[in-house]
């Protein structure tokens, strides 16, 4: 069945996505050796085992005093235990002084463990009688205070696992176990073509008529948010033939190929041709019940996926969340597709009336705002063209493409960017 514009029907957000991965997996970029100070944002492509403990020695939580637990039991503020100071333990050095029962030893956070303490009394339960001798107020039990060798991380223990993707503190990890550099997939590389006659550079300037170029801008930061390299193009006029050259130059070139612009049923607007002619399966589906986002094209050429966006950058950044950014993380190597969709979302009550046209899964702007100890989401509303409700809101709250509007106080999804 064809809709009014003689298109195929709309097909649904659910079932876009069902036939896009029907055809993964996807082209995905080499594996490569890289540096700890450049491997943050890349996915892990071979699991990472330890090559030492970590920490490599008993060491203490706390400032105060190195102890044998049996010491002290018994200890109190009334009937304390009275213990003499036997040293200190130098902050980066191996103790030179071995802990005899009834002594202790002062000790900083950090510091290493002398042979014969178990624990470590914080300075805090201790009264300093003199120079030699302390009252313990509070007694330890065996391991109390101190982080044992090797509790962190045994030798041959596996760190982090293949389809990980690498965290500030994974890497700091890595540090310290001295781990230097790590097998990654290379970032996936991302073509970004802008068609448009009314399209000109941002330094150029506008003549009646014409726009800056946004949504290229745009993809390149969301592209390099979600663990991609961008290509930018450059601007193509709304010529078949210079569009079809700019695409097969990509095809050979990078993982992905976005394409704004050129995606509805304009007379010029050949995007949907370019793609079927690149090469099997072509274009997969052509238009989407979501808004904004209707004109959304996605195809694959060969194991290469193809994204025809719309031109309003609303859309562009809407079907960039619910399409691109999954199929990127498969390209990247990435394991935690799922949790991270999980993790983006959250619920809210909306703010006002909201009204949608059923058939259609609707995407508001909105901003939070927390109302007695409840999460509320504003609504931003404005047109998809406009730039100014993007760079204000903080996420799109959802509403299903059944309903036909949301009450003031009605819970929503809302998907944060």
Known sequence: MRDML?????????EALAILFQHAPFRRPAE??????DCCGMV?????????????????????????????????????AYLPVAGEIPMGKKPSVSLRKGECVRIATGGMLPDGADAVVMFEHTQLLDEKTIEVMRPVSPGENVIQAGEDVRKGECVLRCGHRLRPQDVGALAGLGITSVWAYDRPKVSIISTGDEIVSPGAPVQPGQVRDINSFTLSGLVSHAGGTALKKGIIEDRYEAIRDVVEESLRG????????????????????????????????HGVALKPGKPLIGGVVGTTPLFGLPGHPAAVHLCFEIFIRPVLAMQSGAEEQRLEKRRRMISARIARNVSSSPGREEHIGVIIEEREGELWAVPLLGKSGLITTLTRAVGTAVIPMMKSGVREGDPVDVRLF
């Open 6 to 14: 003689g298109r195929e029907e709309l097909v649904t957000v659910a």
């Open 32 to 37: 490569i050796l890289v540096g700890l100070d």
């Open 44 to 80: 892990v492509s071979r699991d990472i085992e330890a090559p030492e403990d970590l920490p490599g020695f008993s060491r203490s939580t706390v400032d105060g005093f190195a102890v044998r637990s049996s010491d002290t039991f018994g200890a109190s503020e009334s009937l304390p």
């Open 254 to 285: 990078s993982e992905m190929v976005l394409i704004t612009g050129g995606s509805s049923v304009g007379t010029k607007d050949v995007t949907a041709k370019v793609i079927n002619e690149a090469g099997e399966p072509g274009v997969l589906f």
